[in-house]
């Protein structure tokens, strides 16, 4: 190598997730699939994810929709149930769901990264004021300032042995999707979608299987023809028998007889001369 000569860099797939998602089982299947290609991981929150995408700070990301489709792909993966967080001796912990009628007489908390799409009013009373994030609202609900309505995911997230959550209704749901730029679909980018689809590694849109990873014997050998019997060995076979019909003896074939097939060369009486 000679001093301007720069070695080239090994690929790495940059992944970005939202506050809730898990990647393990799909970053798992990736280090098996593709070994040689270093996944490396971003926490990012919610509302910086289109931006970080758009910035090529990552090559994919797992995100909450909406997503502005202008000039991003997005494949919705699942649904999240929308529960409400609550203290433990609240009302709502001695029952299995509730509606968002049910929480009409509590001040329900509304923080500024809510990731749920709220296209109504909102459940229960309005707090005083709006808490800057998810996990400033979960510490007001342990204090006994209000409730949270959030998605399961991220109730999971803040635990807390002081506090639980039921299912709720009538509320909007969290979606999360896999997004990336349009313009920036790699064939790293086409592994990952495959990955998160359940696709094989031998799909037809995945890697391919090369022909020395292929199972032997999955391919049965023909079988070879059978030779052909030659002409004069079918004519040797096909010699004719002996005429059945008439009783004639081939050996006498050539000698005189009538058509009776009266027998030669016997010792009988010479014939007289006339």
């Given at each position: 190598?000679?001093?301007?000569?720069?070695?080239?860099?090994?690929p790495t797939?940059?992944?970005?997730?939202?506050p809730?998602?898990i990647?393990?089982?799909?970053?798992?299947i990736?280090?098996?699939?593709?070994?040689?290609?270093?996944?490396?991981?971003?926490?990012?929150?919610?509302a910086d994810?289109?931006?970080m995408?758009?910035?090529?700070?990552?090559?994919?990301?797992?995100?909450?929709?909406?997503?502005?489709?202008?000039?991003?792909s997005?494949?919705?993966?699942?649904?999240?149930?929308?529960?409400?967080?609550?203290?433990?001796?609240?009302?709502?912990?001695a029952?299995?769901?509730?509606?968002?009628?049910?929480?009409?007489d509590?001040i329900?908390?509304?923080?500024?990264?809510?990731?749920?799409?709220?296209?109504g009013p909102?459940?229960?009373?309005?707090?005083k004021e709006?808490?800057?994030?998810?996990?400033?609202?979960?510490?007001?609900?342990?204090?006994?300032?209000?409730?949270?309505?959030?998605?399961?995911?991220?109730?999971?997230?803040?635990?807390?042995?002081?506090?639980?959550?039921?299912?709720v209704?009538?509320t909007p749901?969290?979606?999360?999707?896999?997004?990336?730029?349009?313009?920036?679909?790699?064939?790293?980018?086409?592994?990952?979608?495959?990955?998160?689809?359940g696709?094989?590694?031998?799909?037809?849109?995945?890697?391919?299987?090369?022909?020395?990873?292929?199972?032997?014997?999955?391919?049965k050998?023909?079988p070879?023809?059978?030779?052909?019997?030659?002409?004069?060995?079918?004519?040797a076979?096909?010699?004719?028998?002996?005429?059945?019909?008439?009783?004639?003896?081939?050996?006498?074939?050539?000698?005189?007889g009538?058509?009776?097939?009266?027998?030669?060369?016997?010792?009988?009486?010479?014939?007289?001369?006339?």
């Amino acid at each position: 190598m000679t001093g301007s000569e720069v070695p080239l860099a090994s690929p790495t797939f940059r992944l970005a997730y939202v506050p809730g998602v898990i990647p393990g089982k799909w970053v798992r299947i990736w280090n098996e699939r593709l070994p040689d290609v270093p996944l490396t991981l971003t926490a990012i929150t919610a509302a910086d994810a289109e931006d970080m995408l758009r910035a090529g700070e990552a090559d994919a990301g797992f995100v909450r929709l909406p997503v502005d489709r202008t000039d991003l792909s997005a494949i919705p993966l699942y649904t999240e149930t929308t529960v409400v967080l609550v203290p433990k001796d609240h009302l709502v912990a001695a029952v299995d769901e509730v509606s968002a009628a049910d929480l009409a007489d509590d001040i329900v908390l509304h923080p500024l990264d809510d990731t749920l799409d709220w296209e109504g009013p909102l459940p229960g009373l309005p707090a005083k004021e709006r808490p800057a994030t998810t996990a400033d609202a979960v510490e007001l609900v342990a204090a006994g300032v209000g409730l949270l309505v959030l998605p399961q995911s991220l109730a999971r997230l803040h635990h807390r042995k002081d506090l639980t959550y039921r299912p709720v209704s009538d509320t909007p749901e969290s979606r999360v999707a896999l997004s990336w730029p349009e313009e920036r679909t790699t064939d790293l980018v086409e592994e990952f979608i495959g990955i998160v689809r359940g696709r094989t590694v031998n799909s037809s849109r995945g890697r391919r299987a090369t022909p020395a990873q292929e199972q032997p014997g999955s391919s049965k050998a023909k079988p070879k023809p059978k030779p052909k019997r030659s002409d004069a060995a079918g004519a040797a076979r096909r010699k004719p028998a002996a005429d059945k019909s008439t009783g004639r003896n081939p050996r006498s074939a050539g000698s005189g007889g009538g058509a009776g097939g009266a027998k030669s060369g016997g010792r009988g009486r010479p014939g007289r001369r006339s």
